[in-house]
């Protein structure tokens, strides 16, 4: 069964986000670096106005505004998600997305529509691939039959939709479908865009890991398919 919605996902009632958020607003926002923040908003090519918080940080923030919150179900993560994307500043973003991954297990496979919704609103490499590869790749393991979506993913118009399905399997290691791996890529070989040319060598890196001889077999079979990135990308790990 197919999960997938193109429509904006309604936002549900939670009283958890209402205290996450008005408390994140308020320690992030009293944070704020204006002379870090022109800096790190040129170097993400200006997806987004930022605060100026550097990694470690926003994630010392962070625990800051949860602590003594509960543990969230699927409404909450959904709320705080929606509702951090709706912000302008970025780095609220990325407490949406380390919310998310580290709460992974209690999303079903009906937030996979909410998924695909953050992955093509404000779309940037910083923000898509830990999405792929933590919530996106989660609801997929957790329900096989989201596969079905990943398929119709990777040749969805929007390359970010596309690049999320050929990373979705990054961490699965000898879990990989590695023949679905392999046809993904191959499905989007031609494409001219360096971010998914990117991200079919970088998956294929990633598995010649588990299986490096898969790897270079596929690449020696279909030899002239890939661009040179890709193939670089694929086996910096193991040569040729």
Not at 49 to 66: A, E, H, K, N
Not at 126 to 146: I, Q
Not at 196 to 224: H, N, Q
Request: glycine share 6%; net charge neutral.
């Amino acid at each position: 069964m197919s999960v997938t919605g193109v429509g904006s996902p309604s936002l549900p009632h939670s009283t958890l986000a209402d205290t996450v958020l008005e408390r994140l607003t308020t320690v992030y926002g009293g944070a704020a670096d204006p002379g870090r923040a022109g800096p790190m908003r040129a170097y993400m090519k200006d997806v987004a106005p930022f605060l100026g918080l550097t990694t470690p940080v926003r994630r010392s923030l962070s625990r800051t505004v949860l602590e003594g919150t509960p543990r969230p179900d699927e409404a909450d993560c959904t709320a705080i998600a929606l509702r951090c994307w709706a912000l302008p500043e970025r780095e609220y973003q990325y407490f949406a997305v380390d919310y998310l991954r580290r709460h992974a297990r209690v999303l079903p496979s009906g937030f996979l529509p909410v998924a695909r919704h953050l992955v093509s609103t404000v779309p940037w490499w910083d923000t898509v691939d830990l999405l792929a590869a933590h919530v996106v790749g989660a609801l997929v393991t957790a329900d096989p039959k989201l596969t079905a979506d990943m398929d119709a993913w990777i040749v969805d118009d929007d390359l970010w939709i596309a690049r999320t399905a050929l990373l979705h399997q990054l961490r699965y290691k000898d879990r990989t479908d590695a023949d679905r791996l392999f046809a993904y890529c191959l499905s989007q070989s031609g494409h001219p865009d360096f971010f998914i040319r990117k991200a079919i060598g970088w998956a294929l890196r990633e598995y010649a890991k588990t299986d490096p001889e898969a790897v270079r077999s596929f690449l020696a079979r279909e030899k002239g398919r890939f661009a040179p990135l890709s193939v670089r990308e694929a086996l910096k790990n193991i040569g040729a």
